[in-house]
C-alpha cells in the first residue's frame, strides 16, 4: 500500500465515525461552525499537536511501540534537549531549593526477552521540579546515568510536582469548557539508549500524588509506571527525602549489542 492508499484508508474510516457521532448527538451545522472555529484558533495557536497528542498519542504507543516483557513506553513531551551524562547519577546543575524533597531512584536495566543485565545503558532523565518548573534555559534536573557492570543505576533527584500546560490557549479553552483541568501528573520522563540506539521513552509516574486518575493526557498514567516513594533520612538542611525502585526492560532483539 503507497502512501496515498493508506491516507485515503484512513480519511474514509475517520469519516466515517465522525459521521457516527453526528447521528448519534445530533450536531448542528451551528455546532459544527463553532468547531471549525475553534481549529482555526488552535492552528494559529501553534498547539494542534499538543490536542492531538493529548487525545490519541498514548493509543499510537501502545499500537505501535510496546515490547513483550518490556517496560510500557510513553510520550516524549515538548521539554526534551540533549543532556550531560552525569557519572555520580546527580541531575542537579546547581543547589536544590532547601525544601525540596529529595529522590533517590534505583533500579535494574535488563533485555526484556531474556533477563539479562545490560551493562552501559544511557539513562536520560529531565523532569520538572518541586514546584512544577522546567529549566528550559540549562541542565538542572536534566542528566545521563549510565547503569553499571551490573546493569543497576542510581538517580539523585528531587520530587517533582504536577503541572499545568495549556491554562492560556485553546486546549486549555476546550478542556474547561467540558469541566476538565490541563494538568500532568507528577513524573520523571525517561529515553532509554543501548549502544548509542534508542530502545524506549517513557514516563514514571510518582504514586499517590494528585492527577493520577485524570492527567490530561488520555491513557498516559498506568499501575506499571508508578513509583511507591519510602521515606529515608532527611536531606542536608531537614527537607524530606525518599527511596523508590524501578527496574527497566527493553528491546535489543536486533542483536546490535552484547548483553551478559
Not at 455546532?31 to 495557536?45: N, P, Q, T, Y
Request: proline share 5%; charged share 25%.
Amino acid at each position: 500500500m503507497n502512501d496515498g492508499e493508506r491516507l485515503n484508508q484512513i480519511w474514509a474510516r475517520v469519516l466515517e465515525k465522525l459521521r457516527e457521532v453526528v447521528y448519534e448527538f445530533k450536531i448542528t451545522q451551528h455546532e459544527l461552525h463553532v468547531a471549525g472555529d475553534f481549529l482555526d484558533r488552535l492552528g494559529k495557536a501553534g498547539v494542534s499537536r499538543s490536542l492531538v497528542n493529548t487525545a490519541l498519542a498514548m493509543a499510537s504507543v501502545d499500537a505501535t511501540a510496546r515490547t513483550p516483557g518490556g517496560t510500557r513506553p510513553n510520550l516524549q513531551g515538548p521539554y526534551y534537549v540533549p543532556s550531560p551524562i552525569r557519572e555520580n547519577g546527580c541531575i542537579f546543575a546547581r543547589d536544590p531549593a532547601p525544601d525540596a524533597p529529595r529522590l533517590t531512584l534505583t533500579g535494574l536495566v535488563t533485555d526484556a526477552a531474556t533477563g539479562s543485565p545490560i551493562a552501559g545503558a544511557h539513562l536520560d532523565f529531565w523532569q520538572a521540579d518541586h514546584e512544577g518548573h522546567y529549566d528550559h534555559g540549562g541542565n538542572h534536573l536534566r542528566g545521563v546515568v549510565i547503569s553499571d557492570a551490573s546493569g543497576r543505576y542510581a538517580l539523585h533527584t528531587v520530587v517533582p510536582l504536577y503541572y499545568s500546560d495549556h491554562d492560556d490557549d485553546p486546549v486549555g479553552e476546550l478542556f474547561r469548557a467540558m469541566g476538565r483541568h490541563s494538568r500532568r501528573a507528577a513524573h520523571l520522563h525517561l529515553k532509554v539508549r543501548v549502544a548509542g540506539k534508542e530502545r524506549l521513552m517513557t514516563q514514571l509516574f510518582i504514586a499517590d500524588t494528585m492527577y493520577l486518575d485524570s492527567d490530561y493526557v488520555e491513557g498516559a498514567v498506568s499501575e506499571d509506571l508508578l513509583l511507591k516513594l519510602h521515606p529515608v533520612a532527611a536531606a542536608d538542611g531537614g527537607a524530606p527525602a525518599y527511596s523508590a525502585h524501578f527496574d527497566i526492560a527493553v528491546s535489543v532483539a536486533d542483536g546490535s549489542i552484547e548483553v551478559k
